[in-house]
């Protein structure tokens, strides 16, 4: 038997962070998951998933994580049930996420494009915003504009001796 789930959509709104009584945190959230084929070709039709995450994964969606941005969910489907004021029996499918990527800079200046960034529990990748794998690789004030790309340049040629190449 196999209970798994990847989805990849759109907060619909910021994640609400709570504890339990026992101090464990827990985030809730909705995913905005486009479907594939629509009805009409105008309107794009979506389906709202309840996303629940808990522990450090929840501290970390709860602070990295806003309306609009772009994720990745992986997790597991559980339906669970409750009695309501009224006596009747409310049943509930959420998705209790396990591994949450943030697909997005946590810094977009609005634009749709941004590398993905991890989010296991792992705050790291997601807090900054700069460099791939390391540090930031401006001289002087080449990169002064443009500090996040470390292969913007203003034009100009790049100057590279024949022993800074690994070939």
Not at 6 to 16: F, H, Q, V, W
Not at 38 to 65: H, M
């Amino acid at each position: 038997m196999l209970n798994r789930v990847i989805l990849i959509g759109r907060l619909t709104k910021d994640p609400e962070l709570r504890y339990t009584p026992a101090g464990v945190a827990v985030t809730q959230f909705t995913l905005a998951v486009d479907r594939q084929f629509s009805g009409s070709k105008e309107e794009r039709e979506a389906d709202f998933i309840p996303i629940v995450t808990w522990r450090q994964l929840a501290e970390t969606c709860a602070n990295y994580l806003r309306k609009g941005r772009l994720a990745a969910v992986e997790g597991r489907i559980q339906v669970r049930n409750y009695e309501n004021n009224e006596g009747r029996r409310v049943y509930v499918t959420e998705v209790i996420a396990d591994n949450v990527r943030f697909l997005e800079s946590a810094n977009r200046d609005g634009g749709g494009q941004g590398r993905e960034e991890g989010a296991t529990g792992n705050p790291s990748a997601s807090a900054s915003g700069s460099g791939y794998g390391g540090g930031n690789r401006s001289s002087g004030s080449r990169n002064s504009g443009n500090s996040s790309d470390p292969f913007a340049d203003d034009g100009r040629p790049i100057d590279i001796s024949d022993d800074d190449l690994p070939f």
